[in-house]
C-alpha cells in the first residue's frame, strides 16, 4: 500500500514563497511520476506539475510556469513544490499523487493518471 504525505502549506502573503514536502512509502517511488494538483474551494481539482520518474521532464500548468518548480529526491522518497511569487488565486488544498504506471516517460496531467493521492496540504495566499 503507497502512503503519501504532505507537508509546508500554509498562510503567506502575496509574493511570497513556500515549498510544499511529499514523502512517499510503500513500494518503488523512484520508479513512478509524480504529480502535484490542487482544488480551491467550490471548484474542481486541477492538475499543477508533474515530474518522470527519473526527472527527466517536467511539466507544469500555465498559471504557474515560471513561478513553481516540481523536483525529486530519490534518497529521502520525496517530491518537492517549490512555489514562488504566490498569488491570492493559488490558495487552495495540494495534493501529490503518484503516476498510475512506472516507467512513464509522459506524465498524466489528469487525475485518472494517478493512482494514489495523499491527504493534501492548504496553501492560503493572503493579498
Known amino acids: 500500500q503507497v502512503q503519501l504525505v504532505e507537508s509546508g502549506g500554509g498562510l503567506v502573503q502575496a509574493g511570497g514563497s513556500l515549498r510544499l514536502s511529499c514523502a512517499a512509502s510503500g513500494r518503488t517511488f523512484s520508479t513512478y511520476g509524480m504529480g502535484w494538483f490542487r482544488q480551491a474551494p467550490g471548484k474542481e481539482r486541477e492538475f499543477v506539475a508533474t515530474?518522470?520518474?527519473?526527472?527527466?521532464?517536467?511539466y507544469y500548468a500555465d498559471s504557474v510556469k515560471g513561478r513553481f518548480t516540481i523536483s525529486r529526491d530519490h534518497a529521502k522518497n520525496a517530491v518537492y513544490l517549490q512555489m514562488n511569487s504566490l498569488k491570492p488565486e493559488d490558495t487552495a488544498v495540494y495534493y501529490c499523487?503518484?503516476?498510475?504506471?512506472?516507467?512513464?516517460?509522459?506524465?498524466?496531467?489528469?487525475?485518472?493518471?494517478?493512482?494514489?493521492w495523499g491527504q493534501g496540504t492548504q496553501v492560503t495566499v493572503s493579498s
Open positions: 499523487a503518484e503516476d498510475a504506471s512506472p516507467f512513464s516517460s509522459l506524465p498524466g496531467r489528469t487525475s485518472r493518471d494517478y493512482g494514489y
Open positions: 515530474i518522470t520518474w527519473n526527472s527527466g521532464r517536467t
